[in-house]
């Protein structure tokens, strides 16, 4: 049974950090590209952050130069550390498996997570 167990959201001020993982089980973890996406309240579930199988990085544009996506392939994990957080950031994160990624869109992922809460307070 595939599973995508994020952790590591919760409350910060503005300008502070946080690191989030993502745990993935029942499924081949190299062969899949995994991403994060977010979604804030009454808006659309956005890309934030993706990391091929060969390791190359893609972000949105809105978090470029604050937040970086890893990957570890030997211990299926997945993590995103976020900084200089603002409170635009606040949404819940979902660690995403895409089984043939182009454009990182939302319907084309293949697994979700349950999703983590990130509250950046002003």
């Known amino acids: 049974q595939v599973q995508l167990v994020e952790s590591g959201g919760g409350l910060v001020q503005a300008g502070g950090s946080l690191r989030l993982s993502c745990a993935a089980s029942?499924?081949?973890?190299?062969?899949?590209?995994m991403g994060w996406f977010r979604q804030a309240p009454g808006k659309e579930r956005e890309f934030v952050a993706g990391?091929?199988?060969?390791?190359?990085?893609y972000y949105a544009d809105s978090v470029k130069g604050r937040f970086t996506i890893s990957r570890d392939n030997a211990n299926y994990m997945v993590y995103l550390q976020m900084n200089s957080l603002k409170p635009e950031d606040t949404a819940v994160y979902y660690c995403a498996a895409d089984r043939a990624p182009g454009a990182w869109s939302v319907r084309d992922i293949n697994y979700w997570g349950k999703g983590t809460l990130v509250t950046v307070s002003s």
């Open positions: 990391a091929r199988r060969s390791g190359t990085t």
């Open positions: 029942g499924f081949t973890f190299s062969t899949y590209a």
